[in-house]
């Protein structure tokens, strides 16, 4: 027998052939799918309900007709495991069948996250997604230090490694990349504002990883959060916590995807109330390459740049001109988040008289939102970040499968 006309897969304990697999099943995975899906996206299911069996024990196989292959899958803990891999799609298919098999797994971690010189990098291979800053990055000479700031994402690179975020410009000394303040906050029945850092009423400080993760499927961290206040004559004090979770996924060479959830909850026994304002919450200063002639925002309800900013949206592209290449990324906000479809901040045509780029998911652009102690707070967003142009149909795919993923049904065996 001619075995590699078989495409015989070894993995120890068991063998896997083109027409069968020897392996121990403990259970069939079935994803319903939308055969005019054209992306492909992360799946998770919870692993503890199905196997008590140790992570290297069990392999992932897709089953196609009498064919079976091996998947790349990856561990993730919390309360309990989870079970993370990448459903291809773009054949039509309605239906997609995997198969949980007793043998231990080959697969071999592609996507990283590396520290080094005070930054977490994430990176898919050799290929940087984007970078975490962990220690103090200060401002250019002469300006006010209080405009220093750690804990935020600089730079997010596109796929194929243009720079798409932009820190400390001289217009805005605060902006930092991609990053998640409050602007206008009741505490202890004073306002503060954790995002205009240089009016020293407060600031937002990394505090510690609880976890950095590597893996076949994706890379990530969490991270711990201060948001202080720091009023003159007073001690600081922190007011909120927050636990910030980023994760990469690189499920094609032409895009990648981020997943950034932000916990939040009171540091004390006072409330915080989000007062409503203008912007605050999510904010992206983008490429300083982008101007009013060579790039154009595109929102979940129809959108231009024109009319985007207080419109509320699902989702929004924001793409322009990389030297001769094109490329961006797609906001989007889970619909579980407050304030959903959000209100966003978008930057006028004129902003500086050359259109520079800001965008901002801010749910409290038009109503407060109360902090109760004791409680925590949830909102989730997604970046697809591409080369090429995005089109609205894409967008809106992108996004269904963000907020509402494939029905997903498990078989024991």
Not at 33 to 60: G, K, N, V, Y
Not at 138 to 146: L, V
Not at 177 to 204: A, C, E, M, S
Not at 311 to 324: D, H, M, Y
Request: charged fraction near 20%; proline fraction near 5%; charge should be positive.
């Amino acid at each position: 027998m001619n075995l590699s006309s078989l495409k015989q897969i070894l993995v120890v304990g068991c063998v896997i052939t083109a027409t069968s697999s020897l392996c121990q099943k403990i259970a069939t995975i079935e994803v319903e799918l939308d055969p005019a899906a054209t992306s492909d996206m992360p799946l998770t299911i919870h692993l503890d309900d199905i196997t008590s069996l140790a992570d290297s024990a069990f392999s992932l196989l897709e089953v196609k007709g009498t064919t079976r292959s091996s998947v790349p899958f990856q561990i993730s803990y919390s309360h309990s495991r989870s079970l993370h891999w990448i459903a291809t799609t773009g054949s039509k298919q309605k239906r997609k069948v995997y198969e949980l098999v007793k043998s231990a797994s080959g697969t071999k971690g592609e996507m990283n996250a590396r520290l080094k010189d005070g930054a977490l990098t994430l990176q898919s291979g050799a290929t940087n997604l984007l970078r975490y800053q962990v220690n103090l990055v200060y401002p250019p000479s002469g300006i006010d230090s209080a405009y220093r700031r750690n804990g935020f994402i600089h730079p997010l690179w596109s796929p194929h490694g243009q720079e798409l975020t932009r820190i400390q410009p001289k217009d805005h000394y605060h902006h930092y990349g991609i990053w998640n303040p409050w602007t206008h906050v009741l505490y202890r029945g004073d306002t503060v504002d954790f995002w205009n850092i240089g009016g020293k009423k407060g600031t937002v400080r990394f505090a510690g990883f609880l976890s950095t993760t590597s893996g076949p499927v994706f890379s990530g961290f969490e991270a711990r959060h201060e948001h202080v206040v720091t009023k003159k004559g007073a001690p600081a004090e922190v007011a909120m916590n927050e636990l910030l979770t980023v994760n990469t996924w690189r499920p094609s060479p032409d895009y990648f995807l981020v997943d950034i959830t932000s916990k939040i909850s009171c540091a004390t026994d006072e409330p915080v109330i989000l007062l409503e304002y203008r912007y605050g919450g999510l904010g992206w200063r983008t490429t300083g390459e982008w101007d009013n002639k060579n790039s154009e925002v595109i929102t979940s309800e129809g959108k231009g740049r024109k009319e985007a900013d207080g419109s509320k949206a699902r989702w929004c592209i924001i793409q322009g001109a990389l030297g001769s290449d094109y490329g961006g990324a797609v906001m989007m906000s889970h619909p579980a988040n407050y304030n959903h479809p959000e209100p966003l901040r978008i930057w006028p045509e004129n902003q500086y008289n050359r259109g520079d780029m800001f965008a901002n998911f801010s749910p409290t652009k038009d109503k407060d939102w109360r902090l109760e102690p004791g409680k925590s707070y949830l909102l989730r967003y997604r970046f697809v970040v591409f080369n090429g142009k995005m089109t609205k149909e894409k967008a809106e795919e992108a996004w269904r499968n963000f907020a509402s993923p494939p029905r997903v049904t498990v078989k024991l065996n």
